[in-house]
């Protein structure tokens, strides 16, 4: 229940839908091409990698392109949540897009490892607002119905980048050098700022502007940098990397901090009143527990696949092919029945629900598990993951005040990421811990060695006697259902909490606001 109080009059279901915006599906197309840019960026990009270190150096160096990106990604969302809210959204969706593709330019002109690393930085600095902006545009102009059957439809949009992502990556470079990967958004980006200069209205703005909230924000970017960083370094190197422990150190008082600043400043950045209504919560913590069981699992089923059943990296791609498919087409077909009904609750309560089945039975598969079983558990997982993860950004937005459609977006795009970012970097230190005691128990030393050092690969795998290929498999099935097994208490507490959502169907007409709930 939001903080006003629900609309109790009952809704009549017959009543139609407002019509859309003036020239909405050319805008919508120009949404969708920004989020399609950002998305095909992070998958074209990986497969550039090699031609990309052969030719600058310093391959030592090259994870921080992806680091990088990623750390400036996140620490922008908050700010370009809060910024659309009080400047309006179309000058801070267009400077997101700017940024972006000034980022790009430079990566492809870039003359060392250095030099990319920093250029990605200013990219991800665009990156960031790109999503934040697609959904906070829908939030401002359609009522609560239609903005869940719209936002399916970029569900559909991260499955073809992601399955095109490395093939055009590929061609590209090999056609025209790496530098392409980088130049292909300037004309995208352009097409989708001109469209969306044109189309896109300049959208709500704060009526008056209280003290900007610059110490909140400080303290919020300081400690997303602190929490990624922490993250990429423990999950690359492992939790005992000498960084780590500092930055935990400096994180937990920047938290403290922030809520205190917060607490007191006139406007804040992310108003912590918005967790004292209940659906923004738990959307918010369901958005990254799912993450977080998500992507720290399916992370390491290729390592899975590859060691222990002796599937080719295509083979591993084609099998996550049906799961990616289910994603996309669980979101899609969920937001359209929202938009049709209205009601939300039961979709996160079953999507968590599948993906603690497929998660716990995954916890349970070994090398004998049949690859067709396997596939059909990840689809399972796909689509319980499609039918929960987008619909919190929905309910989110729904939860807060008007004035706060930025901030409610970014906060949970935010706790996706960080769910991502968690995930893999806690399960990850979990899956190698495992591979170290399995590998000691079951292998002979030398083997255990190289399979530690990284020196084993998959081919060589296949090429050892039938008794040592069966102990390699069983130690990598054993780092992996931990890593499963571990992921089900926090699906178990998203489905809790995802219970506990009040059933309420969303308005049918007037954008955003909260109290735009009624009881069935």
Same mark, same amino acid.
């Given at each position: 229940? /939001?903080?006003?109080?629900?609309? /109790? /009059?009952?809704?009549?279901?017959?009543?139609?839908?407002?019509?859309?915006?003036?020239?909405?599906?050319?805008?919508?197309?120009?949404?969708?091409?920004?989020?399609?840019?950002?998305?095909?960026?992070?998958?074209?990009?990986?497969?550039?990698?090699?031609?990309?270190?052969?030719?600058?150096?310093?391959?030592?160096?090259?994870?921080? !392109?992806?680091?990088?990106?990623?750390?400036?990604?996140?620490?922008?969302?908050?700010?370009?949540?809060?910024?659309?809210?009080?400047?309006?959204?179309?000058?801070?969706?267009?400077?997101?897009?700017?940024?972006?593709?000034?980022?790009?330019?430079?990566?492809?002109?870039? !003359?060392?490892?250095?030099?990319?690393?920093?250029?990605?930085?200013?990219?991800?600095?665009?990156?960031?607002?790109?999503?934040?902006?697609?959904?906070?545009?829908?939030?401002?102009?359609?009522?609560?119905?239609?903005?869940?059957?719209?936002?399916?439809?970029?569900?559909?949009?991260?499955?073809?980048?992601?399955?095109?992502?490395?093939?055009?990556?590929?061609?590209?470079?090999?056609?025209?050098?790496?530098?392409?990967?980088?130049?292909?958004?300037?004309?995208?980006?352009?097409?989708?700022?001109?469209?969306?200069?044109?189309?896109?209205?300049?959208?709500?703005?704060?009526?008056?502007?209280?003290?900007?909230?610059?110490?909140?924000?400080?303290?919020? /970017?300081?400690?997303?940098?602190?929490?990624?960083?922490?993250?990429?370094?423990?999950?690359?190197?492992?939790?005992?990397?000498?960084?780590?422990?500092?930055?935990?150190?400096?994180?937990?008082?920047?938290?403290?901090?922030?809520?205190?600043?917060?607490?007191?400043?006139?406007?804040?950045?992310?108003?912590?009143?918005?967790?004292?209504?209940?659906?923004?919560?738990?959307?918010?913590?369901?958005?990254?527990?799912?993450?977080?069981?998500?992507?720290?699992?399916?992370?390491?089923?290729?390592?899975?696949?590859?060691?222990?059943?002796?599937?080719?990296?295509?083979?591993?791609?084609?099998?996550?092919?049906?799961?990616?498919?289910?994603?996309?087409?669980?979101?899609?077909?969920?937001?359209?029945?929202?938009?049709?009904?209205?009601?939300?609750?039961?979709?996160?309560?079953?999507?968590?629900?599948?993906?603690?089945?497929?998660?716990? !039975?995954?916890?349970?598969?070994?090398?004998?598990?049949?690859?067709?079983?396997?596939?059909?558990?990840?689809?399972?997982?796909?689509?319980?993951?499609?039918?929960?993860?987008?619909?919190?950004?929905?309910?989110?937005?729904?939860?807060?005040?008007?004035?706060?459609?930025?901030?409610?977006?970014?906060?949970?795009?935010?706790?996706?990421?960080?769910?991502?970012?968690?995930?893999?970097?806690?399960?990850?230190?979990?899956?190698?811990?495992?591979?170290?005691?399995?590998?000691?128990?079951?292998?002979?030393?030398?083997?255990?060695?190289?399979?530690?050092?990284?020196?084993?690969?998959?081919?060589?795998?296949?090429?050892?006697?039938?008794?040592?290929?069966?102990?390699?498999?069983?130690?990598?099935?054993?780092?992996?259902?931990?890593?499963?097994?571990?992921?089900?208490?926090?699906?178990?507490?998203?489905?809790?909490?995802?219970?506990?959502?009040?059933?309420?169907?969303?308005?049918?007409?007037?954008?955003?606001?909260?109290?735009?709930?009624?009881?069935?």
């Amino acid at each position: 229940m /939001t903080g006003t109080g629900p609309d /109790t /009059t009952p809704e009549r279901s017959t009543e139609a839908p407002p019509p859309l915006p003036p020239r909405f599906p050319l805008l919508l197309g120009a949404l969708l091409l920004t989020s399609a840019m950002s998305m095909l960026d992070q998958s074209i990009v990986a497969t550039a990698g090699p031609s990309l270190a052969a030719d600058l150096g310093a391959m030592h160096l090259y994870s921080w !392109t992806f680091t990088a990106y990623m750390l400036t990604f996140a620490m922008a969302m908050p700010v370009y949540g809060k910024l659309g809210d009080l400047l309006g959204r179309r000058s801070v969706y267009l400077a997101a897009i700017a940024l972006f593709v000034l980022g790009s330019v430079a990566c492809g002109m870039a !003359t060392s490892m250095e030099q990319l690393i920093v250029f990605r930085a200013l990219q991800g600095l665009g990156g960031g607002g790109l999503q934040v902006g697609a959904f906070a545009v829908l939030g401002d102009l359609l009522p609560p119905r239609q903005r869940a059957h719209y936002q399916g439809w970029f569900a559909g949009v991260m499955i073809i980048a992601n399955l095109s992502g490395p093939p055009v990556g590929g061609l590209l470079t090999d056609l025209l050098g790496w530098q392409w990967i980088f130049y292909v958004n300037v004309p995208i980006g352009i097409v989708a700022f001109i469209g969306l200069r044109l189309l896109l209205p300049a959208g709500p703005r704060a009526d008056s502007r209280p003290p900007f909230d610059l110490p909140g924000l400080a303290l919020l /970017t300081g400690l997303i940098c602190c929490l990624v960083l922490l993250t990429d370094l423990a999950g690359r190197h492992g939790w005992a990397h000498p960084a780590v422990l500092p930055l935990a150190i400096t994180a937990a008082p920047a938290l403290l901090l922030w809520l205190r600043v917060e607490r007191r400043a006139s406007d804040p950045a992310v108003p912590l009143d918005l967790f004292s209504r209940r659906p923004f919560a738990i959307a918010v913590a369901v958005a990254f527990a799912v993450s977080f069981a998500f992507f720290g699992c399916v992370s390491f089923v290729p390592l899975f696949l590859q060691m222990a059943a002796g599937v080719s990296p295509t083979g591993t791609g084609l099998l996550f092919l049906p799961a990616m498919a289910g994603m996309a087409l669980a979101t899609m077909l969920v937001g359209r029945s929202i938009g049709r009904s209205g009601r939300y609750k039961w979709f996160p309560v079953i999507g968590t629900a599948l993906a603690l089945v497929a998660t716990g !039975t995954l916890a349970l598969a070994s090398p004998d598990t049949g690859l067709p079983f396997i596939g059909l558990l990840l689809t399972v997982l796909g689509i319980g993951v499609g039918m929960s993860s987008q619909v919190t950004t929905v309910i989110a937005q729904s939860a807060a005040p008007r004035r706060h459609m930025g901030v409610s977006t970014s906060t949970v795009g935010l706790a996706r990421n960080l769910g991502v970012a968690f995930g893999v970097a806690v399960l990850g230190a979990l899956v190698n811990a495992r591979i170290t005691a399995e590998a000691a128990h079951r292998l002979p030393s030398e083997l255990a060695d190289r399979i530690l050092s990284g020196h084993l690969s998959p081919g060589e795998v296949s090429g050892l006697g039938a008794r040592e290929t069966a102990a390699v498999a069983e130690v990598y099935g054993e780092a992996l259902s931990s890593a499963f097994l571990a992921a089900c208490p926090l699906l178990l507490a998203a489905l809790v909490l995802a219970l506990l959502l009040p059933d309420e169907r969303l308005a049918a007409r007037g954008p955003g606001g909260a109290g735009r709930a009624s009881r069935p």
